[in-house]
């Protein structure tokens, strides 16, 4: 079972009108990466996404109701912040997930050969 989660990479308070209801100091916009976990292994991928909302009237902003001065902050700040580098960590499982079948293929060599008798 994967976990997918969200990393804050950056929280901008934009002095942007909201387009929902007109206040100046609400408006924010929110960049995340992605980070995949499961039993194996954790990933940063290079995956970003953004959200923008309203902590005054609680909406979220989607893009349709952008007007020219929030599309501009956005594409600036879109540019301005950089993703985290990617990385790729086994687990303890992992670890032995990859370990278990070249020790057993070691002790079948060994088996073979007569180097390990029972």
Same mark, same amino acid.
């Given at each position: 079972?994967?976990?997918? #989660? $969200? ?11 909201? !387009?929902?209801?007109?206040?100046? /100091?609400?408006? +924010? ?19 970003? #996404? $953004? ?11 989607? !893009?349709?109701?952008?007007?020219? /001065?929030?599309? +501009? ?46």
């Amino acid at each position: 079972m994967s976990k997918e #989660s $969200n990393i804050l990479l950056k929280e901008i308070a934009l002095q942007n009108n909201c !387009p929902e209801c007109y206040s100046q /100091d609400g408006l +924010r916009l929110r960049f995340f990466q992605k980070h995949i976990q499961n039993a194996f292994f954790k990933r940063l991928t290079t995956e970003t #996404s $953004n959200v923008m909302d309203c902590q005054k009237c609680g909406s979220t902003i989607y !893009p349709v109701q952008w007007t020219e /001065d929030i599309e +501009r902050v956005h594409n600036y700040y879109t540019k301005l912040v950089k993703a985290k580098k990617t990385s790729f960590k086994l687990t303890k499982w992992g670890y032995l997930l990859l370990a278990l079948p070249i020790l057993l293929a070691a002790g079948i060599y060994l088996f073979a050969t007569g180097t390990l008798s029972f």
